[in-house]
């Protein structure tokens, strides 16, 4: 208590203050002469002595800090901490706790003053304890301009619909941010439990992302620019995307590996659009120049093929049915009729015969299709599923048409699979109901790439000679883009063939306009 007691005194002279004390006088030298400030309280809770510094922080006159209520010093904002001193003391197991902490805030000319106030009740001297105020705000500052800092970076990260992705180097995830759990499927809990680096990629995938960013052939050693690969998703699919990344160093050590990846399967899809777009007015233009040539070949072959048949027919006649060459002229009669359906084919290959538009329900055509067809002896073995959506825009074309484009594509799937097989229809809205799609998907041996090519090509056909004339696509595809549309086909062998038909619709107020 004689420390204390010298110091509440504290106006009296600095000399006369050392002599007392004795050989602690240095010790009051250091309390003075510290940044931080020193308050020392009875355990009435009266200010006894503070330092310059605590003078400073709580704003307390040099002549008027003796036996002042800390309570009333330390004010009603941080009324918290007096009430945890008081809760200090009154607890019986105080001596086991020598100090408690708290933030506290005060005004220091007009500014805001952020203060570690840290109580310490020195056991060997229980009449008083003491409040040390320890200068904080810059640290906060700092802190909350980190803070933000993090903030911001963190926001940007998550908003890139680009996949980020950090790993230490034993492949633990760091980071995976919103683009990468869209991109592989992966919720944050999963990410930070189990998720590890190298189930991301197929296999040694990992470990030769490694091996190529720590070589120096490409980009640079740590860095991989614009490397395409594929990630694999959570449901265990491959999606391909362009990877950059890196290794993160720290005076030379490697410390962890980053990744950005970029979703390529909207570009693959838009490549191959395209591509087909370009294959198809490749087509077109083939076509039309055929178009214009089988139009001339039809119109010279049909004149002589009446006259084959008019003369045969009054030979057949004239000679009689027990005529020894009556089966001759028979096939001569025959021959020439299978050569004007081909020229029946062509000129409706070459837009030679006119017919009627209308608004035509597609799911009318499909079920009227398969009325005809379901009797024939081919289909008695194969299952003709249908999926027809219930309210299908209407299209502007010609129903007849339209049905023999369905029933072209239905035959060759049902002579493909040998009468043996399934045959799934779908129709349905795409593009906000701008646009109606059938599917016509079969269970057959599938197309080779090298054929899949051909198959709109006139005269093309896979079957034996004499079983087709292969202008039945051919004269679909003329039918189909006359009909403002598209027809696209899918097939791999082994995997079964997929016609997909467009047709622009019509919507309800077009359909009022055209009636009127």
């Known amino acids: 208590m004689r420390i204390a007691s010298v110091l509440s005194t504290a106006n009296r002279d600095p000399d006369e203050i050392a002599a007392e004390l004795g050989p602690y006088h240095y010790l009051h030298t250091i309390l003075e002469g510290t940044p931080n400030g020193v308050v020392v309280v009875s355990l009435g809770h009266l200010i006894i002595h503070a330092?310059?510094?605590?003078?400073?922080?709580?704003?307390?006159p040099n002549s008027d800090f003796e036996g002042k209520s800390l309570q009333v010093v330390l004010g009603n904002s941080n009324g918290r901490l007096f009430d945890s001193i008081i809760e200090y003391f009154d607890s019986p197991d105080n001596k086991n706790k020598p100090e408690i902490r708290h933030e506290i805030e005060i005004m220091e000319d007009g500014d805001r003053c952020i203060l570690n106030a840290v109580i310490v009740y020195p056991p060997s001297f229980p009449d008083y304890y003491l409040l040390y105020l320890i200068d904080i705000t810059q640290q906060k500052k700092l802190e909350?301009?980190?803070?933000?800092?993090?903030?911001?970076?963190?926001?940007?990260?998550?908003?890139?619909?680009?996949?980020?992705?950090?790993?230490?180097?034993?492949?633990h995830i760091m980071l995976f941010n919103k683009g990468a759990q869209s991109l592989l499927g992966?919720?944050?809990?999963?990410?930070?439990?189990?998720?590890?680096?190298?189930?991301?990629?197929?296999?040694?995938?990992?470990?030769?992302?490694?091996?190529?960013?720590?070589?120096?052939?490409?980009?640079g050693k740590g860095r991989l620019l614009r490397h395409k690969l594929y990630v694999k998703h959570k449901d265990g699919n491959d999606i391909p995307v362009s990877f950059s990344g890196g290794i993160i160093y720290d005076k030379d050590q490697e410390i962890a590996t980053f990744g950005l990846f970029t979703d390529l399967r909207a570009m693959q899809q838009i490549?191959?659009?395209?591509?087909?777009?370009?294959?198809?007015?490749?087509?077109?233009?083939?076509?039309?120049?055929?178009?214009?040539?089988?139009?001339?070949?039809?119109h010279e072959i049909n004149n002589p093929m009446s006259g084959i048949m008019l003369y045969a027919n009054l030979i057949q006649e004239e000679l009689g049915e027990d005529h020894e060459l009556n089966e001759d002229l028979e096939t001569i009669i025959q021959e020439a009729e299978r050569c004007k359906v081909i020229v029946a084919d062509l000129l409706e290959f070459s837009h030679q015969t006119t017919y009627e538009m209308d608004l035509v329900e597609l799911n009318d055509v499909i079920h009227k299709t398969i009325t005809v067809l379901q009797h024939?002896?081919?289909?008695?073995?194969?299952?003709?599923?249908?999926?027809?959506?219930?309210?299908?825009?209407?299209?502007?074309?010609?129903?007849?048409?339209?049905?023999?484009?369905?029933?072209?594509i239905i035959v060759n799937a049902a002579q493909a699979m040998d009468g043996n097989g399934r045959i799934k229809i779908i129709s349905r809205?795409?593009?906000?109901?701008?646009?109606?799609?059938?599917?016509?998907?079969?269970?057959?041996?599938?197309?080779?790439?090298?054929?899949?090519?051909?198959?709109?090509?006139?005269?093309f056909t896979t079957k034996a000679t004499g079983e087709g004339t292969g202008l039945g696509l051919s004269v679909s595809y003329a039918i189909v883009k006359e009909h403002k549309g598209s027809i696209r086909v899918q097939s791999?062998?082994?995997?079964?063939?997929?016609?997909?038909?467009?047709?622009p619709a019509v919507m309800e107020t077009l359909t009022g306009e055209n009636n009127e």
């Open 144 to 171: 909350g301009k980190l803070r933000r800092r993090n903030a911001f970076f963190h926001n940007l990260i998550d908003s890139s619909v680009d996949g980020i992705i950090a790993a230490d180097m034993k492949g």
């Open 376 to 408: 024939q002896p081919i289909f008695h073995n194969i299952t003709v599923s249908m999926a027809l959506a219930d309210e299908l825009p209407p299209i502007y074309g010609n129903a007849i048409r339209l049905n023999q484009v369905v029933m072209n």
């Open 492 to 503: 791999s062998l082994g995997s079964g063939t997929t016609f997909t038909l467009r047709f």
């Open 51 to 60: 330092n310059p510094a605590a003078i400073r922080f709580l704003a307390i």
């Open 271 to 298: 490549e191959e659009d395209l591509e087909q777009t370009h294959n198809m007015l490749m087509q077109s233009e083939k076509m039309a120049g055929l178009g214009r040539l089988a139009a001339g070949v039809a």
């Open 186 to 219: 992966y919720d944050e809990k999963e990410t930070q439990s189990s998720l590890h680096v190298t189930g991301l990629y197929q296999e040694n995938g990992a470990f030769e992302l490694i091996k190529r960013m720590r070589s120096d052939d490409f980009g």
């Open 429 to 459: 809205c795409r593009a906000n109901q701008d646009i109606n799609e059938i599917l016509i998907t079969d269970s057959g041996p599938g197309i080779d790439n090298d054929l899949l090519k051909k198959i709109f090509d006139p005269f």
